[in-house]
């Protein structure tokens, strides 16, 4: 993909996290998502990951923090039932994620 002109490249890989490949960057980055004990529902959770992903981007986060908190709050979406349903709150998250 960078071959054919993207400057940064970002691969989901469901439970395992993504992989982030930056330009100039040599090497790509497996960005690991937090373990959870108990997968209720994966239906949904990589919409959940985008939107964060996208929201942060947004607001000026990094590509690695960008990926790093969609990851948390992707995590936090698989242990209820549904897709949009099972998407946290704010008050389900840990408050660093909130700014």
Known sequence: LQRRGARTVVVTLGAQG??????GVAEPEVLA?????????TSGAGD???GCFAYYLSVGKSMKECCRRAG????VSVRE????????????????LLS
């Open 18 to 23: 993504c992989v982030l490949l930056e330009e």
């Open 33 to 41: 998502c937090p373990k959870v004990e108990k997968v209720v529902d």
């Open 48 to 50: 959940c990951w985008v």
């Open 72 to 75: 948390e709050i992707a995590s």
């Open 81 to 96: 039932k549904g897709t949009q349903a099972s998407y946290p709150a704010a008050s389900d998250l840990h408050p660093d």
